[in-house]
Antibody, heavy 121, light 108 residues
Framework: QVRLEQSGGGVVQPGRSLRLSCAAS????????MYWVRQAPGKGLEWVAL????????YYAASVKGRFTISRDNSKNTLYLEMNNLGPEDTGVYYC??????????????WGQGALVTVSS | SSELTQDPAVSVALGQTVTITCQGA??????ASWYQQKPGQAPLLVIY???RRPSGIPDRFSGSSSGDTASLTITGAQAEDEADYYC???????????FGGGTKLTVL
């Protein structure tokens, strides 16, 4: 079955960096676009970033563009989110998610368990 | 970017029918998807492409759309349907996603 196992969350000081990972199994990882979605405490969902199946294309929400980098290693079936210059507004649970189809549908049919990122001094 | 607007909270009596709506300009061009999120859990896709259900989602969940409004209907709501529900769609920029603010469904 499809599994997305996340790691890398934690507490980080403002201005510092953090990398999240999402290890995929149960499907042909290299065929699907992958996403990061976050949720601030007590708030709604916010799409963060998208990478195409081959990693050649990336798209970012305006709130993270220039600070966050989404990438993937298809040989390791792993998705990453490199987060730089973090601020308190980046605090929340970060989810990785898989595209529904082997095309960019922007529909998320499987989600990781989430990783809590807390930006605080 | 566009916005999707949802009512913050809706309630339904056990076994009754409830409709959760999502309004936004992008819905005139793109279908909505709907996600269910229970406390402490990751979201779960329940409806996509207006009215398609992923495997394992009960058929009491259905979707519809008209103009700039998408709707999620639960026919015969169960206690386990109590959750937050989020709509999403493509934004006006093709590879961007927007979410509604979420609707908290209470089953009485």
């Amino acid at each position: 079955q499809v599994r997305l196992e996340q790691s890398g969350g934690g507490v980080v000081q403002p201005g510092r960096s953090l990398r999240l990972s999402c290890a995929a199994s149960g499907f042909t990882f290299s065929r699907y676009g992958m996403y990061w979605v976050r949720q601030a405490p007590g708030k709604g969902l916010e799409w963060v970033a998208l990478t195409s199946n081959d990693g050649a294309s990336q798209y970012y929400a305006a709130s993270v563009k220039g600070r966050f980098t989404i990438s993937r290693d298809n040989s390791k079936n792993t998705l990453y989110l490199e987060m730089n210059n973090l601020g308190p507004e980046d605090t929340g649970v970060y989810y990785c998610a898989k595209d529904l189809a082997a095309a960019t549908t922007l529909i998320f049919d499987f989600w990781g368990q989430g990783a809590l990122v807390t930006v605080s001094s | 970017s566009s916005e999707l607007t949802q009512d913050p909270a809706v309630s339904v009596a056990l076994g009754q029918t409830v409709t959760i709506t999502c309004q936004g300009a992008s819905l005139r061009s793109y279908y909505a998807s709907w996600y269910q999120q229970k406390p402490g859990q990751a979201p779960l896709l329940v409806i996509y492409e207006k009215n398609r259900r992923p495997s394992g989602i009960p058929d009491r969940f259905s979707g519809s759309s008209s103009g700039d409004t998408a709707s999620l209907t639960i026919t015969g709501a169960q206690a386990e349907d109590e959750a937050d529900y989020y709509c999403s769609s493509r934004d006006s920029s093709p590879n961007y996603v927007i979410f509604g603010g979420g609707t908290k469904l209470t089953v009485l």
